[in-house]
């Protein structure tokens, strides 16, 4: 056990590590970058990328999670992971080819998306790396060390790049030209290091069984639809009510925040997960007894990082971005406390519903408030603009995490215990973390 323990805080520092590197390195190029292409170069990029999205989950079909899950409570049993592996590799096939179909028909009848074609194809290369992509074997398998390594090179190597090519605000196709390369060649070379490192043999897959796969896992697949119907749809839907200066405003805060709030939860969540996992293999009553000690240090870690961006928005707006986003600024506040409430939805849904193999109510909690969210958002983007869609942003994560505590406490999951929330308590459970 104090094995598998050092191994997850060695996880959680690669990932911090990764998610310092990705963001860490952008923020030196932002304030470059964002003086020159402005924000309607911003709406453009990341309407584009929000709509793209779509078609990066079709591909990924939330095997992060439930292939990750597979693996890591089969990790000793190397025929088992190479069936894994080859179910998912055959069936991201098969979703990249309707991917394919799907793309070609929306640039006909998508308007928004045709404001600038070439960043939206520019970007759907780059689902070819979805296909590819190792991460659940590396999670799986709890080895991550590599992905922090490579993604130091290669933040170096794009860092430089975006000073040499982009020189006039035309050349904001580049952003996702060079992301697109990066991202598959990346890919590229941690599936064949995957093969190379774990021994991982592909079998061939009939087109049957990839179908019944797909079919197996469409609770979470659905799942990761909904929840992009309140989180990347929002912009999406704002595109149709606004220009793409007014989304440039929307997206640059939102932006701003997702690396807050990756830098804070997403090392701890991806690390996490499949640890939890073993932990409720153990006994149910043990990954429970786990989950209470962790949600404390991700209330505290999450709340004053909110509190933080609260507090200095309008320094922060103006320090990476310019003046010519001082519309974002009131953007930021609004949404400030989204990680605070993601970190605790996270908690509840990810680590703890699909660990428990609750992965029905999962999806009704993010369905009911996708829904709602969804319908609240055309009506609040339609007469607020980018403030409304800030607004919903907030509504519907506050609904998505309440509904989930209620759910588990139908289930009579107690989620809570004051006793781990005092700071004495967290740093013993921080310093007995190897015990």
């Known amino acids: 056990m104090m094995l598998e323990k050092k191994k997850l805080v060695r996880n959680i520092a690669s990932l911090g590590i990764i998610q310092i590197v990705n963001y860490i390195f952008p923020l030196i190029t932002v304030p470059y970058v964002s003086r020159i292409i402005g924000p309607d170069g911003y709406g453009i990029i990341n309407y584009a990328m929000a709509f793209i999205g779509y078609f990066t989950l079709l591909i990924a079909y939330g095997f992060d999670l439930t292939a ?17 592996v080859s179910e998912v590799f055959t069936s991201r096939i098969i979703l990249y080819a309707v991917s394919c179909i799907l793309f070609v028909i929306s640039l006909y009848f998508f308007t ?70 990066f991202l598959i060649s990346t890919n590229v070379f941690l599936f064949l290091y995957a093969v190379r490192k ?51 405003y ?55 990082a909110s509190v933080a961006v609260l507090l200095f928005a309008p320094f922060l707006v103006r320090l990476i971005y310019g003046h010519q986003f001082d519309n974002s600024i009131n953007v930021l506040k609004i949404i400030s406390f989204v ?23 999962f999806f009704r909690t993010t369905f009911i408030a996708s829904i709602a969210g969804l319908i609240l958002n055309i009506f609040m983007s339609k007469y607020w603009g980018y403030i409304g869609t800030a607004w919903n942003c907030v509504i519907i994560e506050c609904l998505v995490t309440i509904l989930m505590y209620f759910a588990l406490k139908k289930e009579k999951i107690g989620i809570f215990k004051m006793d781990y929330f005092n700071p004495k308590q967290i740093f013993l459970t921080l310093k007995n973390r190897n015990e």
């Open 68 to 84: 990750t899950r597979r693996i890591s409570q089969n990790s000793n049993n190397k025929e088992y992971i190479n069936e894994v």
């Open 112 to 181: 928004p998306i045709q404001k600038d074609l070439s960043v939206a194809v520019i970007l759907f290369t780059g689902c070819i790396s979805t296909v590819i992509s190792p991460q659940y074997i590396f999670q799986g398998l709890q080895e991550l060390e590599i992905f922090a390594k490579l993604n130091f090179v290669k933040g170096i190597i794009n860092t430089a790049l975006v000073f040499i090519l982009i020189k006039h605000s035309s050349d904001y196709y580049w952003i996702p030209l060079l992301s697109t390369i």
């Open 198 to 248: 774990f021994h991982i043999k592909y079998r061939l897959i009939s087109f049957r069984k990839s179908f019944k796969l797909i079919l197996d896992e469409r609770i979470i697949f659905f799942s990761t639809i909904v929840i992009s119907l309140y989180t990347s749809t929002n912009i999406v839907v704002l595109g149709f009510f606004a220009d793409t200066k007014e989304v440039g």
């Open 250 to 304: 929307y997206t640059t805060s939102q932006n701003f925040l997702n690396i807050v709030n990756s830098m804070l939860m997403l090392p701890i969540s991806t690390a996490l997960y499949p640890f939890i996992g073993r932990a409720f293999s153990i006994s149910r009553e043990h990954g429970i007894t786990l989950i209470k000690k962790i949600v404390p240090i991700v209330f505290y870690l999450t709340f004053f």
């Open 339 to 361: 990680p605070f409430i993601v970190g605790l939805s996270n908690v509840f849904g990810i680590q703890l519903m699909l660990n428990l193999g609750l992965d029905k109510m």
